[in-house]
T-cell receptor, first 108, second 111 residues
Framework: AQRVTQPEKLLSVFKGAPVELKCNYS??????LFWYVQYSRQRLQLLLR??SRESIKGFTADLNKGETSFHLKKPFAQEEDSAMYYC??????????FGPGTSLSVIP | DSGVTQTPKHLITATGQRVTLRCSPR?????VYWYQQSLDQGLQFLIH???????AKGNILERFSAQQFPDLHSELNLSSLELGDSALYFC??????????FGQGTRLTVV
């Protein structure tokens, strides 16, 4: 079965501290992984996708097929990073399923 | 502004009724995805259209249907509505793979 898990519902870190948002997936085929962010009272936004190997707003994520993980990392958290973060998996059938999300709170 | 427009923003209707939600994708985007978001179920994938053709279906109920028109806008039809259908319905468009630009959602309340 295809599934995305984000074990932390809530994550609090201090400003300037490193942050890691965990994402694990279950899929037997070749996955494409994404991270999305939703700031308070704003629309969902695409943050990054693993195939682009990009860094957006200081965030990076590496696909680890052995551990079936795609954790989102940032070395120094900023207050403006406080938001809801969703990890998503695209299957080969063009189905894109989302994880339950992690609410990140950066404490000043 | 993502360039994706959803109408209406809010909809209140009675059980048993039928409603149509509309999504206008960003100019030039061929893909439209529909999602249902509720507190208990999170973001649930409903359906994906690409250039007028259905590409993937999620756990979409038989009471729900969708289509994408030649001008690329999409409609999600929900019929025989039940209280449990109350949710936020999102659409997203994309020029490539995966949803990229999201609408603000339609908040459906079934009473």
């Amino acid at each position: 079965a295809q599934r995305v898990t984000q074990p932390e519902k809530l994550l609090s870190v201090f400003k300037g501290a490193p942050v890691e948002l965990k994402c694990n997936y279950s899929y037997s085929g070749s996955p494409e992984l994404f991270w999305y962010v939703q700031y308070s009272r704003q629309r969902l936004q695409l943050l990054l996708r693993h195939i682009s190997r990009e860094s957006i707003k200081g965030f990076t994520a590496d696909l680890n097929k052995g551990e079936t993980s795609f954790h989102l990392k940032k070395p120094f958290a900023q207050e403006e990073d406080s938001a809801m973060y969703y990890c998503a998996l695209k299957t080969s059938y063009d189905k894109v399923i989302f994880g339950p999300g992690t609410s990140l709170s950066v404490i000043p | 502004d993502s360039g994706v427009t959803q109408t209406p923003k809010h909809l209140i209707t009675a059980t048993g009724q039928r409603v149509t939600l509309r999504c206008s994708p960003r100019s030039g985007d061929l893909s439209v995805y529909w999602y249902q978001q509720s507190l208990d179920q999170g973001l649930q994938f409903l359906i994906h259209y690409y250039n007028g053709e259905e590409r993937a279906k999620g756990n979409i109920l038989e009471r729900f249907s969708a289509q994408q028109f030649p001008d690329l806008h999409s409609e999600l039809n929900l019929s025989s509505l039940e209280l449990g259908d109350s949710a936020l319905y999102f659409c997203a468009s994309s020029p490539g793979t995966g949803p990229a630009f999201f609408g603000q959602g339609t908040r459906l309340t079934v009473v």
